[in-house]
């Protein structure tokens, strides 16, 4: 429980820490549907104003953060341009990870409950669309509203969406063990497979009956 | 109303029928949540007990088919391997969409709902996931293991379901005039964005002074 270590260290839990060790508790013993503000004032030992001046809302215990997030993803998108396009992504992802790493064991203890709360892992697919139409506006506006384009726009941000979900998922799952490594290698695979040709680099698809190692030769060439 | 359009010739609509506009109705009006089966069954003029036997559940009214139509998609899934994987997922897409279209007016009818339902088109964005995690699974188990080929087949199931509800949801809204059209040109698009390399092709990258014209000249000449 790292993030009550300051508390501990005073020799009281704050009413903050208190809270959200009552709702995760609940939330894991009796569902989250089925636990109401007022059990978790309770079991806190807080009262319901408190509650609501702490947290705004019952979700916001499990995502204090989610809008936030977004925000910070929007800002850094909305700073670029078609030409830095890639680049603004692959920098708005590591803000979405970077933030749950920085979390620590509180993003580890979240995820074990959202993995055993349905109604938890399901606000957290809803929020994960949001980053996902937020990636997709911007993408698309980058692009030249074709419907090859808006639609490369609506594949690209959900590969982006997908790819930093792995990594996420991947490390609170402490199977990774270098998220940062990861990421970079994840949005490379990404970037590989949606980077526009520029004008000095083509992609070329050649048929041929020559084996490989010729045609290699002859493009050596070029 | 076309589904009721069998009823209406008989002369009264089938309970079923009118249960779904009955719920549609209600859900409009007054929210998903705060909308009880009883609620429906009152306004259908039909009994619980008759509701519970033609839906099972309230969320079935809107989504009756989901299960049945991720069934047939991992029935067409299952029935493929490596070698026909790419044209496993076309079909697998297209089964999921023409079902749909197959609805006709009560499927536009629907997008109209959970479009201004928060509740409904929350349901419907988590059952997307599940047709995103099933692609997943067979994608993955047609790969070699590897993280890279892991990340591949998630980004992949992200990409294909992005390219089907870009395709249905312009159906749905009438900006799309023929989708069978459409899902085949967004699935070339995926399956461009994703076809691995096999052995009478090359998928190479050139960086070349050149002009582009004669970088063609030479490859015609392979």
């Not at 692959?90 to 933030?99: C, E, G, P, Q, Y």
């Not at 993003?107 to 709360?117: D, G, K, P």
Request: glycine share 4%; aromatic share 8%.
């Amino acid at each position: 429980m790292t993030q009550s270590r300051e508390d501990d260290r005073r020799g009281a839990r704050s009413p903050s820490a208190a809270i959200v060790d009552a709702a995760f508790r609940l939330f894991a013993e009796n569902g989250y549907d089925e636990t109401s503000v007022d059990d978790i004032a309770t079991a806190a030992g807080v009262s319901r104003s408190s509650f609501f001046r702490l947290f705004g809302s019952k979700e916001m215990v499990i995502f204090p953060d989610h809008d936030a997030i977004l925000a910070a993803v929007e800002e850094r998108l909305a700073a670029s341009t078609q030409k830095s396009a890639i680049l603004a992504v692959s920098d708005a992802v590591r803000v979405v990870l970077f933030h749950y790493i920085a979390e620590g064991p509180l993003a580890r203890r979240r995820y074990r409950l959202t993995s055993t709360v349905p109604a938890l892992r399901e606000r957290e697919l809803i929020s994960g669309s949001r980053y996902q139409q937020l990636f997709r506006q911007y993408i698309s506006a980058w692009g030249d509203g074709s419907e090859e384009s808006e639609r490369r726009g609506e594949l690209m941000a959900a590969a982006v969406v997908a790819a930093h979900n792995r990594v996420l998922r991947r490390w609170l799952r402490e199977e990774c063990a270098d998220p940062h490594m990861e990421i970079d290698e994840a949005m490379a695979q990404v970037n590989a497979l949606f980077a526009p040709p520029s004008g000095t680099r083509a992609v070329v698809v050649v048929r041929t009956d020559q084996d490989l190692d010729a045609v290699a030769e002859q493009l050596r060439a070029l």
